[in-house]
């Protein structure tokens, strides 16, 4: 997903017979068999051959639930090809299982006439007890429409690993790093960076790196001597045509971590993050913990509460307050946003939102916390809300919240999901001295001072700080005197402050670009509407549908409160609208509210991304 | 403020115009009384102090103080002072809250601003009650009090906040008394120069409520013979003949009370109080002034390194080590790859 939308070359995507598109794997074991790290350093080989790709990383909540279980299988998949990635992809062509359990989970997903690639030599009958297999699948024919590869992994590699004199324990971690030689060898990807990366990683065990080298190149010789008996054969993925430019690989939580801090340097004023840990928002915090010395404070709080009111503590004392967490955390966290919200404070909550009610899913996405971010509080309390739409738009996202949040002194919610957090793709690196600074300017002038003073356009209030001589005043939750600030219970009053914070975040409307429409034209037979981390499945379900002549476009909504001025009337140009979401039809609701518009709903909650071929069934069935 | 002639600040100058609105008798306008003419005498600059408060009749507090102040939800001004303190540790920060808003909604947030040693001064009035809401048990209520929600008294034991705070890992823990105009500026003079987080329990009568709770020791006639003034280095004496004292019983090393010249009892058999060790401030925490005299002063004061100042020099230990640190840098770091 590394082209930006207007450069997009609608014609690249033409299904030759002969040449590749792209590529599914899906690196599937047990929770500890190092799958993440196998499928995150295949990515970044990729990556550096300019493929374009997407990832989906999918683990268990727990860290490490029993071995061989179904419930501790962890899987990561990657999409990559020359031509322009949109999604993880709907179903692998290659899966990788590393034990019966990792088999059994995923094989109803692999293409028919799919590769496979099994560990054999983790089908020991005790394995197979524990995953539930009655037979061994690899001999009763559940495999037998696949193109199997058998081996022994777990053999070769302690064959390979055999000179470094490692405990039997040790030396089967590297049982992935075999099997990541073999997958580099099917598609040409190179074995340096991993290399490379090894080395940095074991710096202080050389015995843990060279063998981990050394199964990865065992897996690598393999793959050439497969081929040469017929079994298997290597092919070569051609690099994506994108836009010229240096690129990087980034998931969301990365891109989000440098958006903030790119808009504290934007803003001229360093970051204070309160955070409380929580998946899969912690990254985060790992993230901007480790950028110090760009000025970012980070405070890992007592609890989800302690973690919002510091930020608030700190934006009133003169940084700009941040705070992250996901949807159980975001509820502990709404009595705090009101108090940011009616001492107008600058605030960015960062809600990377997971399966729910309740503690849900953890480790599984979803888009529920809308209603949450829009209408969760107590009181009249309007606050903007944003949400990403692709991992390296979290960089542009998290620099929009800053910029929102401290020009109309507001807390900015922003909307991410677990996808999008550990989801990875190639970026084009920003100019970023090409980014408009939007600097804060504290009040210093006492004339006429008090703390809720407004700039008459955007009803922003005067940023006095502890520390300035003259204006020494107080804030709090309890209603103010709107000329005055001071504590009122005045009915009049109530009202007029009431209307004003209304309308001073329904004014930044003025402020943000008008929606466009994705891909396709405005009117029309269909139009799909999307929102947050759904981009990429509808966006590719959407052109593959006007290349079969469907009259149907994609418009993609990133200011979901208050929504673009020109919104309303673009979905009445439609005959009709389909909104896609990971809910039970949160953004359709507020869409209805906002503009009376019947929808039809599509909405999934299976901790997944929308496969692109549903979303194609859907559209044809309106629009065919 | 004027720099050519910096005029003495009086208590006045402390005082905001809002009208205070606690009930007439409140033990809270002696306290903030005191802590008016406190800042006036360590000539405090209005401009560099913050009061920070949750909710409860004593978090009105900032409101009545003409320096910086944030009145912000129940129970959580511990934490956002410690946002105050991350974003600007040269502010003077006090924390002011009482037994509800400090050791119920917000226990918590009182365990860890006490652990972590941010720097800052606590004030926690405890009256034993619930006032704003008009008069509910709390959780330092002595177990039988009569209140709406206890009709028949309560049946939950009481806490100890001062015990809590030496639980907590406090390093500076003292007690006074609303009403003690004399003892309350010394007590909030050591508190405010403590580096470090300063608890401080203020025994306040809510006249509405729950009146004369703490009258065993605090009522006149009686004070002197249930009050001891606790002094680093000083022998832990009190009575109007100033001839009682604590001393461990011998054999079972409990405190006991003795009277110099009974019993071939010294001046010399009496405790001497060290306010660096905690064994003996969690033994003096506990009595409770009714068979036993309370004790008010310094009960605890080692100080330590401050949590605002470690997180200072990590950043700044960060920052001398990438001195250069700047976006693109950050940007272009790791694995880059050029399409022409």
Redesign the interface.
Known sequence: MATQLAQEDESGSGKSSSQIDSVVIRFAGDSGDGMQLTGTQFT?ST????TDLATFPDFPAEIRAPAGTTFGVSAYQINFGPREIMTAGDAPDVLVAMNPAALKVNLEELKPGGTLVVDEGAFTERNLAKAGYDHNPLIDGTISPYNVIKLDITKMTLEAVKQFGLSNKEALRSKNMWTLGLVLWMYGRQRA?VVEWLEGKFAKRPDIADSNIAALNAGHAFGETLELAGDLSHLDVASAR????????ITGAEALA?GL??GS?LAEIDI?F?SYPITPASTLLHQLAR?????V?T?Q???E???I???????????L?ITSSSGPGLALKS??M??ALT?ELPLVIVNSQRGGPSTGLPTKTEQSDLYQAVYGRNGDAPMPVIASYAPGDCFDTAIEAVRLAVKYMTPVILLTDGYLANAAEPWP??D??SLKHFPVEFETNPDGFHPYKRDEKTLARNWA??????????????EKDYDSG??SYASDNHQKMTDTRWNKVLNIADDIPDQEIAVGDAGGKLAVVGWGSTFGPIHRAVKSCRETGLDVSHIHVKHIWPLPKNLGDLLQTYDQVLIPEMNMGQFATLLRDQYLIESVRFNQVNGQPFKVSALVDKITELAG | ?NELAPKKLTAKDFA?D?EVRWCPGCGDYAILKSVQKTLADLEAD???????SG?GCSSRF??Y?????????HG?A???????????P??DVWLVTGDGDGLSIGG??M??ILRRNVDLQILLFNNEIYGLTKGQYSPTSRPGTNSPSSPGGSVEPNMNPCAFAVGASARFIARTIDTDQKHMPTILKRAREHRGASFVEIYQNCIVFNDNVFGDFTNKQVAADRQIHAEHGEPLIFGKEKDKGLRFSPGDHKIEVVTIGENGVTADDILVHDETDITIANMLIHLDGHDMPVVLGVLYCEPGQTYNDS?GE??A???E??PN?D??E???A???????
Not at chain 1, 291 to 295: A, N, R, V
Not at chain 2, 46 to 52: E, I, K, Q
Not at chain 2, 334 to 340: L, N, R
């Open positions: 970044n990556a550096l051959m300019g960076p994108v836009e010229p430019g240096v690129y990087r690989t440098l801090v790119a340097k204070m309160g950028l110090k010395e760009h000025g404070v405070f709080a007592e609890d509460i302690a973690a009111c510091a930020a608030i503590g700190a934006s009133f004392a003169g940084k307050g009595e705090a009101g108090l001492t690196i920003p970023f001295d700080i502890p520390g300035t001589p003259g204006l020494e005043h107080r804030i709090g939750g309890l001071n504590i | 403020m905001t809002q209005p401009a560099n102090t913050v009061f920070v909710i900032p409101y103080m003409a320096t910086y102040g944030f009145h912000t939800i959580r511990p934490a956002i002072a410690t946002g105050v303190k991350l974003a600007n040269d502010l918590n947030h365990l860890h997180v990590r950043v230990k960060a920052k080590a990438k640190a976006m693109k950050l940007l272009f790791g694995s880059t790859w050029t399409v022409d």
